[in-house]
Structure formats: structure tokens, C-alpha cells
């Protein structure tokens, strides 16, 4: 199994490069980061967000192999042929390690903020669905041409081709939306899941696969988790009680080695752990490194 540090775009730039560099340096598999333009966790609007692609074209060239992608992009903000050639770009700084998050995108209030059309549930994931077969074909073709509801390409390239596989990760788990174009255009596949969710999931796309007649193991799958690691059952407890329950892992050690097992066992090929709840840095490289010693290294 691999294992995913995902940094906090609140942070400032030099943490946010120390923490990818760290990251590949004490045995991270991938580095991810959010796409947004206002923060997301529901908090204030006037704190630091920062762009993904900025981000992560500094994080290539900071990095020499750990993979690298947002988690996920915003369609709706994110026209697919300027989109290719930003993650093709990043992909050549990178030598071939960028992944391409893509999402229909749901914060309501980023578009408002910065005038992009947010629309209703339906016409976000046409859009998706759109731009998805867009760039598989940019991404494979000499030209790509689609006249479409809401694109319209003519006989656009894309040179250079990207270096690496470009694999296109699509996030979510929307059963009859989401996972039907996960099973129809993705080669990954991420949602934000404990164990027990992320089998249900699991069980929905494998349907979904099997009605567009693709094999499902052609699609590499992975979760996102809080992560609480704790010394004792007090602090488990504690966790428990303030609320830190769905999409979380929590426990000490052993109890955490049980936790990631489950994913292993239903064949989930990356967990991803988000920095937010790890502390300060000194604290959150700590944390991280317990993780990966005590707990991640049971499944490498």
C-alpha cells in the first residue's frame, strides 16, 4: 500500500515546500494538495488559500520522486484544454510524477466570490463528464475536437504529451454520478472514507464497472482520513467525544495497524492523511513519522 501526506493550503509557502521535501525525504508516496480559492474547512474566508498548480509546479521542482496532484481540481473553474496544459507543463518540471485530480466541484461559495458560474447538481457533472472526455483525449490524440453543451474544442493539440502516464484520478462518492464516471473514464479513484464506508463504495463501483464493461481492477483506488494517533484510550475516548468520528482514523498504534488493515484487506492501493489535525510543524512531523514507522510500515 502506498501512503499520501496532504498539505494544508493555508500554510505559507516555505512550510509548504519544507513539508513536500520532508515528506519524500522520510518516506511519503505521494504529496497532494486542495484546490480551492477560498479555504474550505468552513471557518473565516480571509485566511491564506493558496493555487494547486503554482504549488505543486514548485513542489516538482523541489522533489526528485514522490507523486504529486491536487486533490481534486474544480471543473467549474477549470476550463479542460488550459487545464491539460498546466498539468502537462507540471507534469515535465515533475519528470512525469503529476496525477490529475479531477472533481465537479461544490463550494458554493468560491464561485460567487470570484464570478464563476456555479450551476445546479446536474449541470456541474455534465460538465465533468465533458471535460473528462476532453482530456482522455488530449491526453492520447494528436487533436481533440468536441462540440458540445457546455465545451467546445476544434482541432486542439496538446505538445508536448505529458512525460508520465498522466493517470486521471476523479474524486467523490456519489453513487450514481460519481462512481459511473469513475468507472467509465478514470484510471484512480479517491473518496474520503473509513473502512467501513470505503467497502460500501467499493461494492457501488464495482457494479458501476461492471455495467460499463470495464474491469475494475484497471482502476487504482484510494482514501482520505483524519488521522488521530493517540497514546491511550483516554485520548481515543477524548476523539471520540469531541466529535472527531466519520472520515477519521483514530487510535493508538495497534489499534491504528487494525484500521489500515481493513483498507489493505479490500484492496485500497493509497491511504491519504491530511496535515490539518496533526498540530504545529514540530508536532505534525513527529506525528507523521510515528505514523509511518508504527503503523504504515506494517503494510510495505
Known amino acids: 500500500m502506498r501512503f499520501g501526506y496532504w498539505i494544508g493550503s493555508g500554510h505559507d509557502w516555505g512550510e509548504i515546500r519544507r513539508s513536500g521535501v520532508r515528506a519524500e525525504e522520510t518516506g511519503w508516496n505521494g504529496v497532494w494538495f486542495a484546490d480551492h480559492l477560498l479555504p474550505a474547512d468552513g471557518g473565516s474566508l480571509d485566511r491564506p488559500c493558496h493555487e494547486v498548480w503554482s504549488v505543486l509546479a514548485g513542489l516538482a521542482d523541489a522533489t526528485e520522486n514522490v507523486r504529486l496532484g491536487p486533490l481534486v481540481c474544480g471543473n467549474t473553474y477549470r476550463n479542460p484544454g488550459l487545464l491539460m496544459k498546466q498539468a502537462v507543463t507540471t507534469d515535465h518540471i515533475s519528470g512525469g510524477r503529476i496525477v490529475l485530480g479531477l472533481g ?8 460567487t466570490a470570484y464570478g464563476f458560474e456555479f450551476g445546479t447538481f446536474s449541470d456541474r457533472f455534465d460538465r ?6 476532453i482530456i482522455r483525449s488530449m491526453r492520447s490524440e494528436a487533436t481533440t475536437t468536441l462540440d458540445g453543451a457546455r465545451y467546445r474544442v476544434l482541432e486542439a ?18 453513487e450514481r454520478k460519481t462512481l459511473r464516471m469513475v468507472a467509465q473514464y478514470a484510471d484512480e479513484w479517491n473518496v474520503w472514507a473509513e473502512p467501513e464506508l470505503m467497502r460500501a463504495k467499493i461494492e457501488v463501483l464495482d457494479r458501476q464497472c461492471e455495467t460499463v464493461g470495464r474491469d475494475p481492477a484497471d482502476i487504482e483506488r484510494s482514501a482520505v482520513a483524519l488521522l488521530f494517533l493517540c497514546e491511550d484510550e483516554a485520548e481515543v475516548d477524548a476523539h471520540r467525544a469531541a466529535g472527531a468520528g466519520r472520515q477519521s482514523l483514530i487510535g493508538t498504534p495497534a489499534q491504528l495497524v487494525e484500521q489500515v ?3 489493505a484487506e479490500m484492496g485500497v492501493d493509497e491511504l491519504i492523511v491530511p496535515d490539518w489535525t496533526l498540530g504545529d510543524p514540530v508536532a505534525k512531523d513527529d506525528l507523521a513519522d510515528r505514523f509511518l514507522a508504527e503503523v504504515a510500515a506494517e503494510f510495505r
Open 104 to 111: 465537479a466541484g461544490w463550494m458554493e461559495e468560491e464561485h
Open 261 to 263: 488493515g481493513a483498507y
Open 128 to 133: 465533468l463528464e465533458e471535460a473528462l472526455q
Open 157 to 174: 493539440p496538446l505538445e508536448p504529451k505529458p512525460v508520465g502516464p498522466l493517470p486521471i484520478l476523479i474524486g467523490g462518492g456519489g
